[in-house]
Structure formats: structure tokens, C-alpha cells
């Protein structure tokens, strides 16, 4: 499985644009991109998933270049229950090696 | 109930008790998944179980002995813990056996005493 790499914390304030990149130079042809958030003491919730290009749902946006070694979460006008940790995860289809989710990116959203 | 549910959410044992944790999906999953996530850490893959067979188990400890009866439960049996093992557990599950999409429960608060 890729390794990813993301930036450790964020800070913005309600009602902006925040962008989340995660670098994930290694990988697979099958991989998807898949980003989960976590608030404290939950479990992981699935927010997209993507393959290439662009994908948006009702929660999110996902930018994905053409060489696929990074991708991009796009919260737009986050507000103070966007506060939480967000983790990028490269996956197939198939089981593979262990997994391993990174450190992930904590947000901090203030007023 | 609807999604991945755990019991209990939170529970205290001593380290020569033996006590098990539970997890229930409603989304007909065939694949199910324990995690182990301590503070300031990332999530570890604990077990995989697959039509309630395991596939992988991560080096994980014989202390914890996982259940998997249907595809609809997965049990973690616990006995003599460690304090270090005090964490949050949490079940996922996903629609075949791969890591792109898993759907996680609310977790199991575990301290050892």
C-alpha cells in the first residue's frame, strides 16, 4: 500500500476554504483515494473517495493531478464541527499488504 | 440500529480479567475489520476476517483473540491485558475484502487497570 504523507495540523476559521494535500509519491495502478474524518473518541467516517480528476459530493471536493502522487480535500466554508482529524488513505481493491493509516491532518476550525 | 455498532463503548478491566468486546454490522458486509488506536497514534490493524475467515493477523498479541460466527459479528476476547493496551478498539466493515471504503463503529474505550 502507498505511504502517504500529510501535514500534521491546520488552523482556519469558519466560513473559509480549507485545502488539505496529501502526498502519496508510490502509488498503484488499482489504488483509490479514500479520506476519512475522525472527531475525538469516534470512529473513522468515510468523507470521498476518487480515482482521477475531480470528484465532489455534498461534504467535499477531491482534486487528483493527472500523476496521481498527490490529492487534495476541499472543505469549503468549514465551520466549528469541521474541527477534527482527516486522514488520506491509498487503497485497491485487493487486501495486500497491511494497511496503514498515517498520522493524519488535524483541523482546527476557530470563530 | 443501522452501520457498525459497538459494545460496550467504554470498559474498565483488570489486567487478570477476561472480557470481550463486540461488533455488529447492518450493511450486509462480508468483510470486518479490528483496529487498535492508542493516544497520539495512527489506527493499527489489528485482525481481518473476510466470509468469517481470518485473513491477517498483524502480530498481534495472544491476549486478544478475535471471533468472527457470521458475517454480521465480530467478537475481540480480551484476558490479561496489559495497561498498555488501553485504547480505543474499533470494528469496520466494507462490501468485499479490500480497504478503500470501510465504514467504522463508534469504538470500544478500553482501560486496564
Known amino acids: 500500500l502507498a505511504k502517504t504523507t500529510q501535514p500534521i495540523s491546520m488552523d482556519s476559521y469558519e466560513g473559509q476554504e480549507v485545502n488539505i494535500t496529501c502526498s502519496h509519491n508510490?502509488?498503484?495502478?488499482?489504488?483509490?483515494i479514500t479520506w476519512y474524518q475522525q472527531f475525538p473518541s469516534q470512529g473513522p467516517r468515510f468523507i470521498i473517495q476518487g480515482y482521477k480528476t475531480k470528484v465532489t459530493n455534498e461534504v467535499a471536493s477531491l482534486f487528483i493531478p493527472a500523476d496521481r502522487k498527490s490529492s487534495t480535500l476541499s472543505l469549503p466554508r468549514v465551520s466549528l464541527s469541521d474541527t477534527a482529524v482527516y486522514y488520506c488513505l491509498v487503497a485497491g481493491n485487493n487486501a495486500g499488504n497491511m494497511l496503514t493509516f498515517g498520522g493524519g491532518t488535524r483541523l482546527m476550525v476557530k470563530p | 440500529e443501522t452501520g457498525v455498532t459497538q459494545t460496550p463503548r467504554h470498559l474498565v478491566m483488570g489486567m487478570t480479567n477476561k472480557k470481550s468486546l463486540k461488533c455488529e454490522q447492518h450493511l450486509g458486509h462480508n468483510a470486518m475489520y479490528w483496529y487498535k488506536q492508542s493516544a497520539k497514534k495512527p489506527l493499527e490493524l489489528m485482525f481481518v476476517y473476510s466470509l468469517e475467515e481470518r485473513v491477517e493477523n498483524n502480530s498481534v498479541p495472544s491476549r486478544f483473540s478475535p471471533e468472527c460466527p457470521n458475517s454480521s459479528h465480530l467478537f475481540l476476547h480480551l484476558h490479561t491485558l496489559q495497561p498498555e493496551d488501553s485504547a480505543l478498539y474499533l470494528c469496520?466493515?466494507?462490501?468485499?475484502?479490500?480497504?478503500?471504503?470501510?465504514?467504522f463503529g463508534p469504538g470500544t474505550r478500553l482501560t486496564v487497570t
Open positions: 508510490n502509488i498503484a495502478t488499482n489504488d483509490y
Open positions: 469496520a466493515s466494507s462490501q468485499a475484502l479490500q480497504f478503500k471504503e470501510q465504514y
